[in-house]
T-cell receptor, first 114, second 115 residues
Framework: SQKIEQNSEALNIQEGKTATLTCNYTNYSPAYLQWYRQDPGRGPVFLLL?????KEKRKERLKVTFDTTLKQSLFHITASQPADSATYLCALDSRDTGRRALTFGSGTRLQVQP | DSGVTQTPKHLITATGQRVTLRCSPRSGDLSVYWYQQSLDQGLQFLIH???????AKGNILERFSAQQFPDLHSELNLSSLELGDSALYFC??????????????FGEGSRLTVL
């Protein structure tokens, strides 16, 4: 069956360190992978999109990698700040099933300690 | 502010009742998506409309239905409500016709509580 797996345990890091979040998927052939940030009780906010033929994408302190062989994406936040504390969701398209709708992982909660 | 408006923000109702959730997409966006988020399920895709036509269906129950009107706003109708329907319902919009081809802009959600 198709799965998107993100670490359900919260990630706690110190301010200034690099946070690395993992998204693994099985039985998908995504053309795109996206990362969103979600604060409690709020709607997800888009952060980055990476295509299957791209290995890496950067935006300010954010970096995403996409390895279609490993079926994995890594999301990095460098020089993390307490304001980065949130839940981060990865999402990919369901091209395989023809649905063409974003399927989301359950998210990883990041807590940055001052 | 994403530009996507959802009403109501909160709704409390009883089992067996019917409710309607409304979504106004960003100006110019033709696609509207509905997602359900509960504590144990994460964000679950329900349905996608593009310019008034249904484009894709996810895990949407038969008791739920949706439509997109000519002015592009969308409504999600939930009937014969059960306790398990309690969740946050998000609407998202996009200028594109298919998922994954661009970012989704999410509203702030409608929190439904079924007692």
């Amino acid at each position: 069956s198709q799965k998107i797996e993100q670490n359900s345990e919260a990630l706690n890091i110190q301010e200034g360190k690099t946070a690395t979040l993992t998204c693994n998927y099985t039985n998908y052939s995504p053309a795109y992978l996206q990362w969103y940030r979600q604060d409690p009780g709020r709607g997800p906010v888009f952060l980055l999109l990476i295509r299957e033929n791209e290995k890496e994408k950067r935006k300010e302190r954010l970096k995403v990698t996409f390895d279609t062989t490993l079926k994995q994406s890594l999301f990095h936040i460098t020089a993390s700040q307490p304001a980065d504390s949130a839940t981060y969701l990865c999402a990919l398209d369901s091209r395989d099933t023809g649905r063409r709708a974003l399927t989301f992982g359950s998210g990883t909660r990041l807590q940055v300690q001052p | 502010d994403s530009g996507v408006t959802q009403t109501p923000k909160h709704l409390i109702t009883a089992t067996g009742q019917r409710v309607t959730l409304r979504c106004s997409p960003r100006s110019g966006d033709l696609s509207v998506y509905w997602y359900q988020q509960s504590l144990d399920q994460g964000l679950q895709f329900l349905i996608h409309y593009y310019n008034g036509e249904e484009r894709a269906k996810g895990n949407i129950l038969e008791r739920f239905s949706a439509q997109q009107f000519p002015d592009l706003h969308s409504e999600l109708n939930l009937s014969s409500l059960e306790l398990g329907d309690s969740a946050l319902y998000f609407c998202a919009s996009s200028p594109f016709s298919g998922g994954g081809t661009g970012e989704l802009f999410f509203g702030e959600g409608s929190r439904l509580t079924v007692l």
